[in-house]
């Protein structure tokens, strides 16, 4: 069961958490000034973006809109045409644009959900292609694209200097299993040493619920995506066994079935070649035992 949680982390900063926060449950927020709101990623159907631009906008819906879209997936993006059909604009890495446009992508193959309404990307998406400056009134945000290759190639951050506020997209998961499916878990460790630069005392995964600088979350996970990568340098490696150790050392994480992606998309890096996607698929919807129920 999905909890929808507000959470105040700042003079400006919000975070709008959809815990625990598994399949399509991703987190998103926002960042006011005096003149515009920034908000930070959508949700993955209609009627919860609908929510979350409610609850964006407060009680002075005429205030400016810009949202930030932190990656291509669906869950984060699907609710990009209701920012525009508000009068807002929408802005994501070059790459995300060119992925968006070519959705919306709800997987039917891998989940079973038949309600998603009308998630048809807008038109027009606004390429980030280096950090950017928003000016809020009173207040402004950072928007940082991700140096290399992570969780997908076109990760951005969006930093709030004056709360301390890091929303780092999908590069961070609390409490659930990471996904490489679309990325490079070497990059993505890369990327997550990168995070540890930014002076942000709060952090707001894309998942999960939030964490402060202190906590053990981004050391868990860089430990987990070096564990991928060094138990899969053999030419066979024997997946179901592995799948089976990622279980056990991290029980706590849901959506166990992706180590099964995870596994063979760190076997393709090791050995230099690009992931067989329709195989790593088959074989987390081998580990689910069936296409996934989405309850959204």
Excluded at 143 to 158: E, M, Q, S
């Amino acid at each position: 069961m999905t909890a929808t949680a507000i959470t105040r982390i700042g003079k400006h900063s919000s975070a709008y958490l959809q815990l625990p926060g598994g399949w399509f449950h991703n987190n998103a927020g926002w960042i006011t000034g005096e003149h515009r709101t920034l908000l930070v990623d959508t949700c993955a159907t209609e009627s919860r973006s609908r929510a979350l631009l409610e609850a964006a906008r407060g009680p002075e819906p005429e205030t400016a809109l810009t949202a930030v879209l932190t990656h291509a997936h669906g869950d984060h993006s699907h609710g990009a045409r209701q920012v525009v059909e508000h009068g807002g604009s929408v802005h994501a890495a070059n790459s995300a644009v060119e992925e968006i446009h070519d959705g919306p992508h709800t997987y039917p193959e891998l989940f079973e959900y038949a309600d998603w309404g009308s998630i048809d990307p807008p038109d027009h998406i606004t390429p980030v292609t280096g950090r950017t400056t928003i000016d809020l009134g009173g207040t402004h945000a950072e928007i940082h694209p991700v140096p290399t290759r992570a969780h997908t190639d076109g990760d951005l951050v969006i930093h709030h200097p004056d709360d301390g506020v890091l929303f780092t997209g999908d590069l961070l998961f609390h409490g659930v299993t990471p996904l490489a499916l679309h990325g490079s878990i070497g990059g993505w460790i890369e990327a997550l040493d990168w995070l540890e630069t930014f002076d942000a005392d709060t952090l707001v995964p894309g998942h999960g619920p939030v964490i402060t600088r202190d906590d053990s979350v981004l050391a868990q996970q860089r430990e987990y995506l070096r564990w991928l990568l060094d138990n899969t340098t053999e030419a066979l490696p024997e997946f179901a066994k592995l799948e089976d150790l990622a279980r056990r050392g991290w029980p706590e994480w849901h959506d166990a079935e992706r180590h099964s992606v995870n596994l063979r998309v760190a076997h393709a890096e090791n050995r230099r070649h690009t992931p067989d996607i329709a195989d790593a698929i088959a074989a987390m919807l081998g580990a689910a035992g069936n296409r996934i129920p989405l309850e959204l």
